[in-house]
C-alpha cells in the first residue's frame, strides 16, 4: 500500500500564467484507486463529522478502492449536490482532510481529489440523477449561489417543484462570477446546474428580487416557502485618500469582468484593465484569486497584506500556486493612499505593521509602525476586503429581521423573523466558504420540507 498522498498534476507555472486553463489537471483512475487505498477507514469518520453537507467519506472512497466509481458517485452525491464543484474549492484542509488520522503518515487523504475525479468521470460517462415523486407543493428559492444550488438539490430530492430566481443572466451565483476559469471551470458549474434542471429545477434569470418580484409576492403566487441565499456581493472598501481614482477597482468588479464576461479574450466585448504592476490588497481566497487573473493579464503583482504570513485565510495551495506564477507578498503592510497622478492611479503608501495582542477574530491585531511609510509603485490597485450583503432584500421585504452588516437573522436551520421564509450561506453569515453556504442551503431545505409536512406551511 502506498503510505504517501498522491501528487495532484499541474500545468507547469510558465505555461498556465499565458492562460486561463484549469491548473489542477486531476486523477487518473490508477491515481485514484491508488490514494483511495491509504485509508485505513477509521471507526470514527472524523472526516465526515467536519464534512459541512456530511458526505459519508469513508464509505464512497471504499467504493473506489474496488473500482465501483459509479457507485462512490452515488455515495457523495446523495449528501452533495455539486460535488465536481466542491471537489475543487471546498478548503478540505480545514474541514474533513484537516480532520483525517492520517495527517502524520504521509498526509491526509486527499478527499477532495477523490470526490473530484468520481463527479468528473460521472460527467464524463454521462450520468444523470433520478427524479423524485412529485409532492405537489412548489418553493422559490433566491439566489443561484451554492447555497440556493444546494437548497434546490436537497428539496428537489424531496420531491418539491423548485423555481430558482436569479439576477444575472447566467445561474451559479459567486461559482459563475468570483472564481476564475482555470480553479474552477464554467463547464462544470454547467454540468452541475444542468444536473439540477433533469431533476426538475427551474431556473428563472434576470429575475431580481425586490425588483422584479418581492419576496411577499412570490409567496402570494403559490409558493409554500421562500430560500434566501442572495449572497454577499457588496463590497467592502478602505475608505483612504485616492480610492476613486481610476485604475481602483473592487475584486468582486475585476473578477466579474474576467469570469462572467470573459474578459480576458481578445475579441470580448468588456473590458478589463490591462495594468503594468497591480497591486491586490486583502489576503483571503479572493485576493489570490484578482491576483492570479492579473498576472495572467500580463502584469507583474504584489499581494499586500497587513497581517503575517501565518494569519493569511486564503488556502495554502492557492498561495504556493500564486507564488509559483510569480506573484509577490508584501505581509505587515497596509495602505493608507493611494497615490495619484490626474486621476489615475500611480501608487500605492502603505505603512509597515506589527502584531499585538489577539483580536475579537482569533488573529493578532496589526497596529501601524511609527514612521514607516512608504511608496510602492503601481497602476492599478484591486480591494479585496470582503464583502457585505446587498441591501435590497431587506430593504423591500417588511419584517424580515436584519443584524450587524445588514446580514438576514436565520437561526441554525434557516427559518427567518418571517414565516415561509428561510435564509442561509453568505446573506446570514457574511463572506465564507462554498461549503458553509451548501450546509446552510442543505439544512434550510431540511426545516421546509419539516414545516411543509407537519402542517406549518
Known amino acids: 500500500m502506498n503510505n504517501s498522498r498522491i501528487p495532484m498534476p499541474?500545468?507547469?507555472?510558465?505555461?498556465?500564467?499565458?492562460?486561463?486553463?484549469?491548473?489542477?489537471?486531476?486523477?487518473?483512475?490508477?491515481?485514484?484507486?491508488?490514494?483511495?487505498?491509504?485509508?485505513?477507514?477509521?471507526?470514527?469518520?472524523?472526516?465526515?463529522?467536519?464534512?459541512p453537507v456530511g458526505v459519508r467519506i469513508p464509505e464512497f472512497i471504499a467504493c473506489i478502492k474496488e473500482g465501483r466509481f459509479e457507485e462512490a458517485y452515488s455515495v457523495v452525491r446523495a449528501d452533495n449536490a455539486l460535488p465536481a464543484v466542491c471537489g475543487r474549492v471546498c478548503p478540505q484542509e480545514r474541514q474533513c482532510e484537516g480532520s483525517c488520522l492520517r495527517q502524520k503518515a504521509g498526509g491526509p487523504i486527499a478527499i477532495g481529489r477523490l470526490e473530484r475525479f468520481v463527479a468528473d468521470r460521472h460527467a464524463a460517462q454521462g450520468g444523470t440523477p433520478s427524479k423524485a415523486p412529485a409532492s405537489g407543493r412548489k418553493v422559490a428559492v433566491v439566489g443561484s449561489g451554492p447555497a440556493g444550488l444546494a437548497c434546490a438539490g436537497e428539496l428537489a430530492a424531496r420531491g418539491y417543484a423548485v423555481t430558482v430566481f436569479e439576477a444575472l443572466h447566467l445561474a451559479g451565483g459567486v461559482l459563475a462570477y468570483g472564481i476564475p476559469e482555470f480553479r474552477l471551470p464554467k463547464r462544470i458549474v454547467n454540468q452541475e446546474?444542468?444536473?439540477?434542471?433533469?431533476?426538475?429545477?427551474?431556473?428563472?434569470?434576470?429575475?431580481?428580487?425586490?425588483?422584479s418580484l418581492t419576496v411577499s409576492e412570490l409567496r402570494a403566487e403559490g409558493f409554500a416557502a421562500v430560500f434566501l441565499g442572495t449572497g454577499a456581493g457588496l463590497p467592502n472598501f478602505m475608505n483612504i485618500p485616492g480610492e476613486n481614482a481610476r485604475g481602483v477597482f473592487s475584486a468582486n468588479e475585476y473578477l466579474t469582468r474576467i469570469n462572467l464576461m470573459k474578459a480576458y479574450e481578445e475579441d470580448a466585448e468588456t473590458p478589463v484593465f490591462r495594468a503594468k504592476q497591480v497591486a491586490v490588497v486583502g489576503g483571503g481566497n479572493v485576493a489570490m484569486d484578482a491576483a492570479r487573473c492579473a498576472r495572467r493579464l500580463g502584469a507583474e503583482v504584489t499581494v499586500v497584506y497587513r497581517r503575517s504570513e501565518e494569519e493569511l485565510p486564503a488556502r495554502r495551495e492557492e498561495v504556493e500556486h500564486a507564488r509559483e506564477e510569480g506573484i509577490g507578498f508584501a505581509f505587515l503592510t497596509n495602505p493608507v493612499e493611494v497615490l495619484t497622478r490626474e486621476g489615475d492611479v500611480c501608487g500605492l503608501r502603505c505603512v509597515k505593521m506589527q502584531l499585538g495582542a489577539p483580536d475579537a477574530s482569533g488573529r493578532r491585531r496589526p497596529t501601524a509602525v511609527a514612521g514607516s511609510e512608504h511608496d510602492r509603485a503601481a497602476d492599478c490597485v484591486i480591494m479585496a476586503l470582503g464583502t457585505s450583503p446587498n441591501p435590497l432584500i431587506g430593504q423591500t421585504t417588511e419584517g424580515l429581521e436584519l443584524r450587524g452588516r445588514g446580514e438576514i437573522f436565520a437561526d441554525e436551520n434557516g427559518r427567518t423573523s418571517l414565516r415561509g421564509v428561510y435564509a442561509g450561506g453568505d446573506a446570514v453569515t457574511g463572506a465564507a466558504t462554498v461549503i458553509l453556504a451548501m450546509g446552510a442551503g442543505k439544512r434550510a431545505a431540511r426545516a421546509i420540507d419539516e414545516d411543509i409536512r407537519s402542517g406549518i406551511l
Open 193 to 211: 446546474i444542468a444536473a439540477l434542471e433533469e431533476m426538475g429545477v427551474t431556473f428563472v434569470k434576470n429575475a431580481v428580487i425586490g425588483r
Open 10 to 51: 499541474v500545468q507547469a507555472p510558465e505555461e498556465r500564467i499565458k492562460n486561463f486553463s484549469e491548473v489542477a489537471l486531476g486523477y487518473n483512475e490508477e491515481a485514484a484507486i491508488s490514494e483511495a487505498e491509504r485509508c485505513m477507514n477509521c471507526k470514527t469518520h472524523p472526516c465526515t463529522a467536519a464534512c
